[in-house]
């Protein structure tokens, strides 16, 4: 890849619609196809994707955005660490307005608590060492694509003796709530558009009991329109010949075996909670990372007593059911009426790689290459 309008040519994509077309002659049945990833989902809106499709092929949108899954408790819980007048509280800028039980993390610091964005959870260092006499907490989000920044900060930390920094750690894991998807009888599944930039992280080996236990085929993809196109073309090939593999579009960047490095780092400081709650799809097992008992020091759930309540969703909100793919974000009954990005009521609507906000955003769009 040389310049990012390779990824992006109309020409090529008209191709590859023509082949995806042809396919979907050849199908079968119907098949729903789940793209894992919100910044699959982002790129799928941005670019009208869904409308280069036969009517036999049905994207569904899944559980890939780590802002979207984060449950109302422990956005209560961050709140209630931000409320300690002896605590600067840190996290990414989506996170802050994801709605709690009662208000954000924006709305708590409008109301007087120090809460501030940054874009690498680096940048807490520097401001535990800035304010020696406050407790920095860096709120920590994220599937395994951000885990390793997150323990190679802990690590940093540890070597440079900074005693005022501690995370709340949040860190889901892709591969738990795959399986859960697929444990769902609900949900009726035909194969996977992979996530990339995890997989950049886990390699592609971790993937395999998808095709090998639920006989689905997955493609791991990139994230630009023809990147897309391809991997759905993939998809298709394997559904129209009756094969089940786990196959790499993204090689240029995703290996089998992942980046080994970030592997060791998320080993040598986390450990795999018994179970995590995420919003839409409730506790699920294995599924999220806490800190090691080596660096209970800088474990903020360790440092600080929290509410750790369990806080049903706001009721008129759907957000749980359009992570599982059950429903399409303009199938919820507040969609662009009362929950909006300006106001939202549902994570959804709040993450740029949200279902709910990419398609308020973009709609129905055709591919541009300007786009």
Known sequence: MKYVDEFRDIYKAEA??????????????????????GGHTHSIFKYGIEELLPPSVELIHGPGCPVCVMPKGRIDDAISIAQNPEVILTTFGDTMRVPGSKISLLQARASGADIRMVYSPLDCLQIAKNNPEKEVVFFAIGFETTAPSTAFTILQAAAENINNFSMFCNHVLVIPALKALLDNPDLKLDGFVGPGHVSMVIGTNPYEFISQEYQKPIVISGFEPLDILQSIWMLLWQLVENRCEVENQYSRLVQENGNQQAIAA??????????????????????????????????????????????????????GEILKGVLKPWECKVFGTACTPEKPIGSCMVSSEGACAAYYKYGKKQLSVNS
């Open 16 to 37: 590859l619609e023509w082949q995806i077309q042809k396919l979907g002659n050849l199908l079968k049945k119907p098949v729903k196809i789940m793209e894992v990833c």
């Open 266 to 319: 998320i080993n040598k400081v986390f450990q795999v909670r018994k179970t995590f709650a995420w919003r839409g799809l409730d506790e699920i097992p294995y599924s999220g990372l806490k800190i090691n008992p080596e660096y209970a020091k800088f474990d903020a759930e360790e440092k600080f007593t929290i509410p750790n309540l369990k806080i049903p969703d706001h009721k008129a909100c759907q957000c």
